[in-house]
């Protein structure tokens, strides 16, 4: 069987890790693209870890490139061309120069990979994914937005430094807009299947909720330049992998919602599964009160942003 194809468009932070990240795991053939004037970044990215392949024996190889008929017939798109945050911005202050950048991914991938299951990571996240389906036509399960694993995997990091325990035992679900309303689910939480509001006092929970809806905001302010791209790097491969692999795996991600939650035509982070058929099911939970208001609050911001793209 042909090795996939995977196209990384935009090849700064997020897209030189993925592209590290998907060669390591064997997911396929990258081509880390990006605009002429960064033509030297993804060509010497590509050839930096084609370089390194040789150490440990991987057999994906990296094409940097400037052209977009190189990414045609891609099984997976992971978009992260876009500015990042600067200290002090929001996400929702990158909307107007995001969305340029969005409008001409998106025109260029209705014509050259219209088949891929397509992962946006750009910010403001929802917006964006919003904006991109939208210009594609492309059908809804293959367009994704990528935040509340990374959003999830925050919210375990911080658990698992709270408690002390193996972050691998901890379960944990965040829904809601990619913002700093965002909501983590505390009540459904676990670890090791016992319930994590047992195992922390009210405050130190609190605590965690907050530091995890200004994640991205903490490591703006400790990089200064950009924002985070480690973590984000792995949480796009893992729902590329879910595809590639047809793993069935839950996660949240932004999705387009048609009536569940009582959320229709928006993209909106709720909990999905990703198989070969790209997001196949979303998931409607049971939430209470306090949760719903949540989510009320977060779809607001999510609905005013995305009332401001202008197609
Ligand atoms: N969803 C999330 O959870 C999450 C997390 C972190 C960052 N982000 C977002 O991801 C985006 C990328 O972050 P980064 O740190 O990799 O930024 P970066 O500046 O390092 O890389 C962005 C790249 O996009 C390229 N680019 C710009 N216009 C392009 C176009 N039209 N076509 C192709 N490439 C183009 C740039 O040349 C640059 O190399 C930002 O918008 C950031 O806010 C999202």
Not at 35 to 49: F, H, S, T
Not at 138 to 167: H, Q
Not at 241 to 260: H, T
Request: hydrophobic fraction near 45%; charged fraction near 20%.
């Amino acid at each position: 069987m042909a090795k996939k194809k995977i196209a990384l468009i935009g090849g700064g932070q997020i897209g030189g890790n993925l592209a590290l990240l998907a060669v390591q795991k064997g997911l396929g053939d990258v081509i880390l693209f990006d605009i002429p004037a960064a033509e030297g970044l993804v060509k010497g990215k590509a050839l930096d870890i084609n370089q390194l392949a040789a150490v440990d024996g991987y057999d994906c190889r990296v094409t940097g490139s400037t052209n977009w008929a190189d990414c045609a017939g891609a099984d997976v798109v992971i978009i992260t061309a876009g500015v990042p945050r600067k200290p002090g911005m929001s996400r929702e202050d990158l909307l107007e120069i995001n969305l340029k950048i969005i409008k001409d991914v998106a025109g260029n991938l209705k014509q050259h990979c219209p088949g891929a299951f397509v992962i946006n990571v750009a910010n403001p996240l929802d917006a964006m994914v919003f904006a991109l389906q939208k210009i594609t036509g492309f059908k809804k399960n293959m367009v994704v937005g990528m935040a509340g694993v990374l959003d999830t995997s925050r919210f375990k990091c911080f658990v698992a430094e709270a408690l002390g325990c193996s972050i691998a035992d901890i379960e944990a679900l965040v829904l809601g807009g990619h913002g700093d309303d965002m909501v983590p689910v505390l009540r459904t939480a676990t670890v090791g299947g016992v319930p994590l509001t047992s195992l922390l006092p009210k405050e130190k929970l609190d605590a965690i909720v907050d530091r995890t809806r200004k994640g991205g905001g903490e490591l703006v302010a400790l990089y200064k330049t950009g924002s985070a791209y480690f973590a984000p790097a792995s949480s796009s491969i893992a729902m590329a992998e879910a595809f590639l692999n047809d793993r069935k795996r839950v996660m949240p991600a932004a999705a387009l919602c048609e009536g569940e939650y009582g959320i229709s035509g928006l993209f909106f982070g709720v909990p999905v599964t990703i198989g070969a058929g790209g997001v196949e099911k979303v998931h409607q939970i049971e939430l209470n009160a306090e949760e719903k208001a949540m989510m009320d609050k977060s779809l607001a911001s999510v609905s005013k942003t995305v009332s401001e793209v202008k197609l």
